[in-house]
């Protein structure tokens, strides 16, 4: 088993060398005498279970590095070990800092060992519940996303293209939640659960819709909004969607939304038949985005003036009986009156493939079916920058 990693932080190089002598064999040790460095090491040979710090540094104190060290390495325990015994540094040290134990110089041995090794397990709980939450947090959404699968399959057809979509344009813009915007894409037909299924057959065919389905429509995106508002760590995706509602009085808190409100015009565009380059110069006319937002679109336009470049890739035909869980539908699966079960760009997920085979058992399906080919599955969305 390996040891747990600890990071020593003092500007004293013979407090350094003690700590070392006491400590050494029972955990793997890093030490530096430049709080700077400190971070440095945190980001670059992370993780740390613990980082224990002196308070009295020049240039930068322990309760500011640990401060700072919470917001960059949130599961590592912190430990405050200084001099300055007075109530107001540990204060300002447990609220800054948020540090889990704080102990005076000089300290013994076997103190020292007894609350490193309490802060180790700290560590392992935190990451323990944070890898549990991930986890839950992932099947609630992949539960979320199964539900609109199956109640409106074109509009989750829709909604994962444009998830890919946001992905793209979201890093060719630097953003630093890159997860949160193609989620927000994924989740902006969620609401439509709520919409008779009237309404939507009707909006698929273009018919003309009376004032309240347009009002239905219209609090698609408030709706989903209020289906993930009570999942943990959704804040800011909750904030895209309600700023993304017609009813919105202004995108200006939410880049994200500022990302997304321009890539669903050319979408729609590309939709009619539209090249993507041809699209953006629509959307672009119609309402000049913010320069950022711009940039961010002209260099995402430019990797694929046409727009078709999932279009061009490889696809064979199969009949009803070879599909498999996994596969990537490359057109639309139709039942023989002529209605979608799934999209296309539809990854066939077990429960996917259970609801199609009863459907087929039933009503029948239109053959072949056309999958992608050359493992061409969606990429999920992550959690990644959380």
Request: glycine share 8%.
């Amino acid at each position: 088993m390996s040891l747990a990693r600890v990071l020593l932080v003092d500007d004293e190089p013979q407090v350094l060398a003690a700590l070392r002598r006491t400590l050494r064999g029972r955990y793997e040790l890093e030490t530096t005498d430049q709080p700077l460095q400190a971070l440095a090491l945190l980001r670059d040979r992370g993780p740390f279970a613990v980082l224990v710090s002196d308070m009295r540094m020049p240039g930068l104190d322990g309760a500011q590095l640990l401060t700072r060290a919470r917001s960059q390495a949130p599961d590592t325990t912190r430990v405050m070990l200084t001099g300055n015994a007075d109530q107001l540094t540990a204060a300002r040290a447990v609220n800054e800092g948020s540090i889990f134990r704080f102990l005076n110089k000089p300290c013994g041995g076997e103190e020292l060992v007894s609350v490193l090794d309490a802060a180790v397990e700290h560590h392992h709980h935190l990451r323990d519940e944070r890898e549990l939450l991930e986890h839950t947090l992932q099947g609630a959404l992949g539960a979320l996303t199964e539900v609109l699968a199956l109640t409106d399959p074109e509009a989750f057809g829709r909604a994962t293209r444009l998830r890919d979509h946001a992905r793209e344009l979201a890093r060719a813009a630097g953003s630093d939640k890159v997860w949160e915007i193609e989620l927000a894409a994924l989740m902006l037909q969620l609401g439509r659960v709520s919409v008779p299924p009237e309404v939507r057959h009707k909006q698929s065919l273009g018919e003309e819709l009376t004032h309240e389905e347009r009002r239905m429509l219209d609090r698609v995106p408030e709706v989903g909004a209020g289906l993930l508002a009570r999942i943990p760590r959704l804040e800011g995706v909750v904030a895209i969607l309600n700023a993304l509602a017609p009813q919105a009085p202004t995108l200006a808190s939410t880049p994200g939304a500022r990302l997304l409100v321009p890539l669903l015009g050319i979408a729609e565009l590309e939709e009619a038949g539209h090249r993507r380059d041809d699209s953006w110069a629509r959307v672009r006319a119609a309402a000049e985005p913010e320069p950022e937002v711009r940039e961010a679109l002209e260099r995402w336009v430019a990797l694929d003036p046409h727009g078709d470049a999932q279009r061009e890739q490889g696809s064979r035909r199969v009949l009803f009986s070879e599909l498999r869980p996994g596969m990537v539908l490359a057109e639309p699966l139709l039942m023989h009156d002529g209605r979608t079960l799934l999209g296309a760009g539809q990854l066939i997920s077990a429960i996917l493939f259970e609801r199609i085979r009863n459907h087929a058992h039933l009503h029948g399906v239109k053959e072949p079916v056309t999958i992608r080919t050359g493992g061409m599955q969606p990429a999920p969305t992550t959690l990644e920058g959380t």
